[in-house]
């Protein structure tokens, strides 16, 4: 990446931002573009923004694996396209799993499943657990179950589910390059169902593909105009088996720089530093957390994090706190 010097008070910017004004795409860029010098100065003012609605609270997500591998996409960065056959846990095991999640004071459960859409016998069974969840817990419930119609997302809403994840992962110009099974704009019509029947819209993406910094201003604007209220900003960690295997880690301070465009460019948004973020990030970790308000802990997918008591004494150690708003 090529730094640049700007000459702006991002601070300044930021109360703005507060104030009702919108950043520009234009200094959405140079946020990206900036020198490493002013990542401090743009991590303050990013913070500033994180401060006035989250406070410093930050909110815990634990993920379910419901279905691993088997998946018919073509998603050339995930590592479950790879797997012929898939492996689906018992509803018991997915149910004390959102156990385990309320003891560690998370927010929301997320339940994942690979595939391009769920199948009526998925919608049955995920009903089913949701129900045994939500009968048993003050916990939300986040699902991940790929495509999804309209009438898929009142379903679920009558359920009990909370909030539906489907990312755009990139900008509409760069989505070619990492997926031909399905369009960016089944994404985005799926982003449109799930807020369309009321559920909570969880929609973020993956950086760290090759895309150019155009390209993140594109997605941060995009979700912006969906009203998606979480984004998980995903860091690519390269998967073995997958056409990116190999490919480098990004800069942490690139990192740093991309949640603060997010945070300016979607101010009142839940803000997730996701996947990847151990790996990428590092010993800056705790920095991410001034600009994003919620992490997932206790591992990914098909990855494994730094651990539950890792992450809390990581935020306990930059002075921020659990969020256990739900559990009031």
């Known amino acids: 990446m090529t730094e640049k010097q700007f000459n702006v008070d991002w601070k300044t910017r930021s109360h703005q931002v507060l104030a009702g004004a919108r950043i520009t795409r234009e200094e959405a860029l140079q946020i990206l573009q900036s020198h490493d010098n002013d990542l401090l100065a743009i991590l303050d003012a990013a913070f500033q923004i994180r401060l006035?609605?989250?406070?410093?609270n930050v909110r815990l997500h634990v993920i379910c694996n419901a279905r691993n591998g088997g998946c018919t996409e073509d998603c050339v960065y995930c590592s479950q396209?790879?797997?012929?056959?898939?492996?689906?846990p018992s509803p018991e095991t997915v149910i004390a799993g959102a156990h385990t999640a309320h003891r560690m004071k998370a927010a929301?459960?997320?339940?994942?499943?690979?595939?391009?859409?769920?199948?009526?016998e998925d919608i049955n069974r995920i009903v089913a657990i949701t129900r045994a969840i939500k009968a048993e817990l003050p916990i939300q419930v986040c699902l991940s179950f790929g495509l999804l119609s309209f009438d898929q997302a009142?379903?679920?809403?009558?359920?009990?589910?909370?909030?539906?994840?489907?990312?755009?992962?990139?900008?509409?110009r760069f989505f070619p390059n990492?997926?031909?099974?399905?369009?960016y704009a089944?994404?985005?019509?799926?982003?449109?169902?799930?807020?369309?029947?009321?559920l909570d819209l969880c929609c973020g993406g993956l950086v760290g593909l090759g895309e150019t910094l155009e390209d993140r201003v594109d997605l941060a604007f995009a979700l912006n105009e969906l009203h998606a209220d979480s984004i998980p900003v995903n860091f690519l960690n390269p998967r073995p088996g997958t056409r990116y295997e190999g490919h480098p880690l990004m800069q942490p301070t690139d990192c740093l720089r991309t949640l603060a465009m997010f945070r300016f460019?979607?101010?009142?948004?839940?803000?997730?530093?996701?996947?990847?973020?151990?790996?990428?990030?590092?010993?800056?970790?705790?920095?991410?957390?001034?600009p994003a308000n919620s992490i997932f802990t206790n591992g990914y997918l098909?990855?494994?994090?730094?651990?539950?008591?890792?992450?809390?004494?990581?935020?306990?150690?930059?002075?921020?706190i659990i969020d256990e708003i739900v559990h009031a």
């Open 81 to 88: 396209t790879n797997s012929p056959t898939s492996t689906v």
């Open 52 to 56: 006035h609605y989250f406070q410093r």
């Open 108 to 120: 929301r459960y997320c339940i994942v499943s690979s595939g391009r859409t769920p199948s009526d």
């Open 302 to 320: 098909t990855t494994s994090g730094q651990g539950y008591q890792a992450d809390l004494a990581m935020i306990n150690s930059a002075g921020f």
């Open 186 to 198: 089944d994404r985005a019509a799926t982003a449109k169902a799930v807020k369309a029947a009321g």
């Open 265 to 290: 460019v979607n101010p009142a948004r839940e803000l997730r530093a996701a996947g990847g973020r151990e790996a990428v990030l590092g010993p800056l970790q705790a920095l991410s957390l001034f």
């Open 154 to 172: 009142k379903e679920l809403k009558q359920a009990g589910v909370d909030r539906y994840n489907h990312n755009l992962e990139t900008s509409e």
């Open 178 to 183: 990492i997926c031909t099974t399905h369009a």
